[in-house]
């Protein structure tokens, strides 16, 4: 069962009301959700599809990026939602666990109902793949770890770190995560 258009609109309706001056940027995701697309689905191109991710803080305040071989660029854990998610904190979850091995009982969700932050960003057209250029509307949720050992998905991960908030990829983010880090 995929998850629910329903359920992401939920999900963003309540990101709105805690991050409202966020509410201009999800046009493009408002507007899929309006027209009744399959947000689930990766074969989703008329706007875009959802996708999840994780933002790790570990020891130290240190945040977990990882090396992606096909983008070769340092990213959050993170990717496509699959038919088997429950919904969009179980399916950043899920791709946390696959890409850097970290056991679900080895993380714990800052907020499980509400994502730290919504990243929409373009992705370019994929001739290998057949697929046109559209949108990933990534739900990045928040979560802690003490656990530093990682075992990498070889086949989409080359590498890991653990670096500072400042390495993430948007002020916004790191913002977002500094009130965090005082917490611990």
Known sequence: MSIPNSHTRSVLTHYLDRFPEEAESTHLLEQA???????SSRKEFRIGHATAGAVV?????????IHH???????????????????????????????????PEKVTAVDALIPLDLDIHRIPENPAKGEPEHWHFDFRYLYRTEETEVRLQAEEVGDHAWRSPADLPSERLTAKV???????
């Open 33 to 39: 959700l309006e027209d009744d697309h399959e947000l």
């Open 69 to 103: 071989n096909a983008l070769r660029t340092w990213l959050l854990p993170g990717g496509h939602l699959e038919p088997e998610d429950g919904d969009l904190q179980e399916a950043a979850l899920r791709e946390l666990t696959e890409e850097t091995g970290l056991a």
């Open 178 to 184: 500094a009130p965090h880090l005082a917490a611990l």
């Open 57 to 65: 803080l570990g020891p130290q305040g240190r945040v977990l990026l």
